[in-house]
């Protein structure tokens, strides 16, 4: 079974620091996908980033950026300068053909970020 | 583009009642994918529905179905309702298969069950 980890509950953070959510995966699949998806108070899930198995290219949006490392089974999303309006709920999701022909889409708990003022 | 939408954003039901949902994808969206969100379970896989077929389904009773209609539009029914149901519900639409493709999620359903 696939599952998705990411440890950190909650973070608080001020305003203009760094800061890094973890998030940790298990699969048996070679061919898989990992998403990153925000839920800001609102309560609408918003696609941040998808990655195939097959790129360990980081990516960098803005003062977004992600590291992904199959040989630790991380995908790592860092905010720099973080904002007050980061502040949500940051969840981890990975897809994959796990026990049978269709693939399922398994998120992580979620880690809530604060960036205070 | 018009976002995914959902009907009813608010929903109290008793005990043993039955409860349908409705979720309209982004246009041109062929597949829909439903979550059940509990502070408890987290988001949890209900479903997903793709050119009108169910092609995956979560760990959830027999209780819990869908469907989607040739328009992409798709409705979700809970029967017998428990306390344990109460959760906010996402349906989240995307252009190929849940897995491979980024979704687009609606505001959610909150349901309460009395």
């Known amino acids: 079974a696939q599952k998705v980890t990411q440890a950190q509950t909650e973070i608080s953070v001020v305003e203009k620091e760094d800061v890094t959510l973890d998030c940790v995966y298990e699969?048996?699949?070679?061919?898989?996908?990992l998403f990153w998806y925000k839920q800001p108070p609102s309560g609408e899930l918003v696609f941040l980033i998808r990655r195939n198995s097959f790129d360990e290219q980081n990516e960098i949006s803005g003062r977004y950026s992600w590291n992904f490392q199959k040989s630790t089974s991380s995908f790592n999303f860092t905010i720099t300068a973080s904002q007050v309006v980061d502040s949500a709920v940051y969840f981890c999701a990975l897809s994959g053909n796990s026990g049978g022909s269709n693939y399922k889409l398994t998120f992580g708990k979620g880690t809530l970020l604060t960036v205070n003022p | 583009k018009a976002g995914v939408t959902q009907t009813p954003r608010y929903l109290i039901k008793t005990r043993g009642q039955q409860v349908t949902l409705s979720c309209s994808p982004i246009?041109?969206?062929?597949?829909v994918s439903w979550y059940q969100q509990t502070p408890g379970q987290g988001l949890q896989f209900l479903f997903e529905y793709f050119s009108e077929t169910q092609r995956n389904k979560g760990n959830f009773p027999g209780r819990f179905s869908g469907r989607q209609f040739s328009n992409s539009r798709s409705e979700m029914n809970v029967s017998t309702l428990e306390l344990g149901d109460s959760a906010l519900y996402l349906c989240?639409?995307?252009?190929?298969?849940?897995?491979?493709?980024?979704?687009?999620f609606g505001p959610g359903t909150r349901l309460t069950v009395t």
């Open positions: 246009s041109g969206h062929r597949s």
């Open positions: 699969t048996r699949d070679t061919t898989y996908y």
């Open positions: 989240a639409s995307s252009l190929g298969r849940q897995t491979s493709y980024e979704q687009y």
